[in-house]
């Protein structure tokens, strides 16, 4: 009996690892694998960090996903015309109080300055009365450069924030070129949108300010003393930098949809000879490759007019704001002239006008920058995939 | 900047201040001429050091800025390894449906993974491994390995999941 337990210990002893080894499981892990077009590339959430923030919190959470279809579902509801109302009417409402609390000071300063004029008569002297108006003019120069200085920060505040896009998207718009086999339209786009950047960067941030400064200060000059006539000298101004600016973008313009179009045939063109590393194996399995070229296709065009649509909505999002505030400050300007012009307070109407002016140069400057990037994202939406 | 333009305005209203107290006659016109060619003077005091800026800018001693960006190459790697990924993922999806019709298995039951090397510049599988579960288990796992041996001459070994 020892003997037979023994030889049982044995026996189990032996087998014991020789089964282990026959019976063990092969276990290996396993990566987790997208298809082309599931997950969007990672320069997808830096482009998302460079949008502010008070714009971001407008925005749906699903935007922030790197899902294609979860953003694509939130593109989706960006692009309905109620959340783009309810957002402009948001943001129209915030501004039209700050406007309503510069008119009435205003209204206040033009009354006074009006009801001096009527006495001046009563003064008996005609250089009181002058100085009375000029002390008129002094208070609304003030409350106009103080509340104009804001205005010309969020226009900085703007291009900087279209700065930080631009070089976000730069990445982001290569990738997604590249993905689809248009490699030279990726070295195009980049290229030009590098370009549009060193522009704005060195000659456009730089120079709106100190152009708008001048402009205001000849305004001044002339509502102060109305025999030093720098009006049409401002307005030469004003035309001819409005047009500089405008000539610069549209070369800009013509440039990049001209490469990135050309770029785009001649990728098609290119690969038509492209090669898997895999392909020669596929039809072994059973697939095809132009099913797969067919695949890949339709998933890179839809990740590109999803990015491509969603950075345009983003764009308007993060133009609206300065658009509506410069827009409603105009409004606001013009509104004071109209009621200077009725008091009979050439004057101060003159300043308001050229101030109004001014805001709207500013509209325009900001929209013809815009146009660029608008340009860059609707050439990236709609591409010709080069694989399909 | 901001000097040049508090120099403007105090200029302007220094002027217009010194035109309110200008007593009368024929010494107001001078001394409103002079208040004017001073604020003129103000005006174009900038344009000393836009000139020389100007006169480069013309002869094109301007460099823009550098940005590192890719080039035609490194976007040429980047579609290759999109490619790749695409392929190789397409080919797996391949091989589980030739599996699943060859051994009447089902979607669910039935999974591959497929390891890669590079042999010549190009991509050939080393190993497959064919994961099988649900009432797939039952199936004869020798057969699948040596009909997947056979297709794409790699290893290939099966596993209960």
Known sequence: ?388 | MQTYFLALISTAFLAALVGLLAPGGGLAKYIKLLTSLLLLCVLLSPIQDAIPALQAFLNGEWELPELDLPNEDSYKEELNQALEGASTLYFTQMLTQTLQAEFSIDAEDLRCDVRWSTENEALRPTRVTVILSGRAIWKDPEAIERFVKELLECDCVCAIE
């Open chain 1, 1 to 388: 009996m020892n003997l037979r337990s023994t030889f049982q210990k044995i026996l189990l002893l032996l087998l014991g690892p020789v089964l282990l080894l026959t019976l063990s499981l092969n276990v290996s892990a396993e990566e987790e694998s997208h298809e082309i077009g599931e997950e969007l590339p990672e320069e997808y959430l830096d482009f998302l960090e460079a949008i502010p923030e008070d714009i971001a919190e407008l925005l749906p959470e699903e935007l922030f996903s790197k899902n294609t279809d979860e953003v694509g579902v939130a593109v989706q509801e960006m692009s309905r015309f109620s959340y783009l109302l309810h957002t402009l009417l948001d943001l129209i409402g915030l501004r039209l109080q700050d406007c309503l609390q510069i008119l009435a000071p205003l209204c206040g300063i033009l009354i006074l300055s009006a009801v001096c004029r009527t006495l001046k008569t009563s003064f008996g002297s005609e250089g009181l009365a002058k100085a009375f108006s000029f002390c008129a003019t002094l208070l609304i120069t003030v409350a106009l450069i103080r509340w104009s200085s804001r205005s010309l920060e969020s226009v900085t505040d703007y291009f900087s924030t279209l700065n930080a896009l631009t070089t976000a998207s730069i990445p982001l718009m290569g990738a997604l070129y590249a993905m689809g086999g248009n490699v030279a339209s990726a070295v195009a786009a980049s290229g030009g949108l590098s370009l549009f950047l060193g522009i704005m960067e060195n000659l456009v941030s730089r120079s709106i300010l100190p152009f708008c400064g001048i402009c205001m200060a000849l305004a001044l000059v002339h509502a102060v003393d109305a025999n030093l006539r720098t009006g049409s000298l401002l307005t030469t101004l004003k035309k001819n930098y409005t047009t500089a600016l405008s000539f610069l973008m549209m070369l800009l313009l013509a440039m990049l949809g001209a490469q990135t179009t050309l770029a785009a045939r001649s990728d098609t063109l290119a690969m038509r000879s492209a090669k898997f590393a895999a392909g020669t194996l596929i039809p072994v399995v059973g697939g095809s490759v132009s099913e797969l070229l067919r695949t890949v296709s339709a998933s890179v065009g839809f990740l590109r007019g999803t990015v491509g649509i969603c950075g345009i909505l983003l764009l308007l999002l993060t133009l609206l704001p300065t658009l509506v505030e410069l827009l409603l400050l105009r409004f606001t300007w013009q509104l004071a002239a109209s009621l200077a012009d009725v008091l009979g307070c050439d004057g101060e109407k003159k300043l308001l006008e050229e101030f109004a002016s001014l805001l709207g140069f500013l509209v325009a400057a900001v929209c013809i920058c815009s146009s660029v990037f608008l340009l860059s994202l609707t050439l990236l939406a709609h591409c010709t995939v080069a694989l399909g």
